[in-house]
């Protein structure tokens, strides 16, 4: 079965350094999600991605944050200058559509900053 | 502000019995209402999808239901397993953007 796939699994950076979180969404799919999780809180919304372009994003994504689909396969995102508050569990999602279309989850990147 | 509130917080119950938990919501406007199970350290994964129309969904052991007047939703888990222990996450989908809003979860323990 076609899963999302994720790299890498854990990163330990340090504060003020870049990031580059890595996710293969499903093949045929056309719509890519970057959510967050801190620990022991909600998941939260970052970006939707679609058509080579940014369709959703929400208040946490700030200039910090950049999304890239750099292939056709992979699915970048980017953290410029980390900051202690960055470090969270980082999940990528893809679908086959918008809507009521089901949303399948990579494994998810532990983003650790130190 | 969209809201998903779920309860309770967590629960334990023994293997073989049968557990409900609880969502309500405030999102609006509403477009579908999602139930997930997430293992610790992994990805969620979803077990029902409900839009407006539906009142009730099941996927096996899971059966969600949904009213969409007083913005409720359940998950009912029948004849439960030790891999059923998780974290439930009910996920509203709507607002403005459509995008998803996520509920705390609730964390199950099924003991043997």
């Known amino acids: 079965e076609p899963e999302v796939t994720q790299t890498p699994s854990h990163q330990v950076t340090q504060m003020g350094q870049e990031v580059i979180l890595r996710c293969v969404p499903i093949?045929?799919?056309?719509?890519f999600y970057w959510y967050r999780q801190i620990l022991g809180q909600k998941v939260e919304f970052l970006v939707s991605?679609?058509?080579?372009?940014?369709?959703?994003k929400s208040e946490i994504f700030d200039d910090q944050f950049s999304v890239e689909r750099p292939d056709g396969s992979n699915f970048t995102l980017k953290i410029r200058s980390t900051k202690l508050e960055d470090s969270a569990m980082y999940f990528c999602?893809?679908?086959?559509?918008?809507?009521?279309?089901?949303?399948?989850f990579g494994p998810g990147t532990r983003l650790t900053v130190t | 502000k969209n809201q998903v509130e779920q309860s309770p917080q967590s629960l334990i119950i023994l293997e073989g019995k049968n557990c409900t938990l609880q969502?309500?919501?405030?999102?609006?406007?509403?477009?579908?209402l999602r139930w997930y199970k997430q293992d610790t350290g992994r990805g969620p994964v979803s077990l029902t999808i409900?839009?407006?129309?539906?009142n009730t969904k099941s996927n096996g052991r899971y059966t969600a239901t949904l009213d969409a007047d007083t913005k409720q939703s359940s998950l009912h888990i029948t004849a439960s397993q030790l891999s059923d222990s998780a974290s439930y996450i009910c996920?509203?989908?709507?607002?403005?953007?459509?995008?998803?809003?996520f509920g705390k979860g609730t964390m199950l323990l099924v003991s043997p």
């Open positions: 999602a893809s679908s086959l559509d918008s809507g009521q279309y089901e949303q399948y």
């Open positions: 996920v509203v989908s709507g607002g403005l953007r459509s995008t998803l809003t």
């Open positions: 991605f679609y058509n080579n372009e940014i369709s959703e």
């Open positions: 969502c309500n919501y405030t999102v609006s406007p509403f477009s579908n």
């Open positions: 093949s045929n799919h056309l719509y």
């Open positions: 409900m839009t407006f129309s539906e």
